[in-house]
T-cell receptor
Framework: EAQVTQNPRYLITVTGKKLTVTCSQN?????MSWYRQDPGLGLRQIYY???????DKGDVPEGYKVSRKEKRNFPLILESPSPNQTSLYFC???????????FGSGTRLTVV | AQSVAQPEDQVNVAEGNPLTVKCTYS??????LFWYVQYPNRGLQFLLK??????LVKGSYGFEAEFNKSQTSFHLKKPSALVSDSALYFC????????????FGTGTKLQVIP
């Protein structure tokens, strides 16, 4: 089944403890992106990648890192999480710019 | 900078009635426009897109959307609403040549009343 897989689905962590949210797609898509969803703010783009080793900042990149060493994987790294990063995170991929995204099921992160 | 506005936080419609969810956008250049739907505790699902050509585009589950360049709008429509259409709807825009810069609206909650 063609899909975007995120792990974990739920995560509660403490301030300052480094964490990684994994994202993997099995559709050979070139484009991948991370979004966070907050009430009243919709989805805001964190980082995106156009291909292996090609990444760029979205609208809210502060406090996040990404890497794209393989085409299928696009992990999101929080080096020192803070409570304002408590949110619902989505990974998404698409084959080309004029295609819609396929989204993962989301990761609900709580930082205490 | 590109932006998307969904002016209504919530739209209520009776089952069987037509529905419209509004979206306006602002970009420098020609837009790619998208609609997505999000059911509770789920990721977003792609509904339809406008790239070029006919202003009326048809998508999944009987939804359609009309692109209006002069009004910079891309409203989502359906002739007859179902209770199962109740969900959160997002409009998104990407500019031609804008790679992965995709901007989403804040979402509109659609409530279809039996």
């Amino acid at each position: 089944e063609a899909q975007v897989t995120q792990n974990p689905r739920y995560l509660i962590t403490v301030t300052g403890k480094k964490l990684t949210v994994t994202c993997s797609q099995n559709m050979n898509h070139e484009y991948m992106s991370w979004y966070r969803q907050d009430p009243g703010l919709g989805l805001r783009q964190i980082y995106y990648s156009m291909n292996v080793e090609v990444t760029d900042k979205g609208d809210v990149p502060e406090g996040y890192k990404v890497s794209r060493k393989e085409k299928r994987n696009f992990p999101l790294i929080l080096e020192s999480p803070s409570p304002n990063q408590t949110s619902l995170y989505f990974c998404a991929s698409s084959p080309r710019a004029n295609y819609g995204y396929t989204f993962g099921s989301g990761t609900r992160l709580t930082v205490v | 900078a590109q932006s998307v506005a969904q002016p209504e936080d919530q739209v209520n419609v009776a089952e069987g009635n037509p529905l419209t969810v509004k979206c306006t956008y602002s970009v420098s250049g020609n837009p790619y426009l998208f609609w997505y739907v999000q059911y509770p505790n789920r990721g977003l699902q792609f509904l339809l897109k406008y790239i070029t050509g006919d202003n009326l585009v048809k998508g999944s589950y009987g939804f359609e959307a009309e692109f209006n360049k002069s009004q910079t709008s891309f409203h989502l429509k359906k002739p007859s609403a179902l209770v199962s259409d109740s969900a959160l709807y997002f409009c998104a825009v990407r500019v031609h040549g804008g790679y992965q810069k995709v901007t989403f609206g804040t979402g509109t909650k659609l409530q279809v009343i039996p």
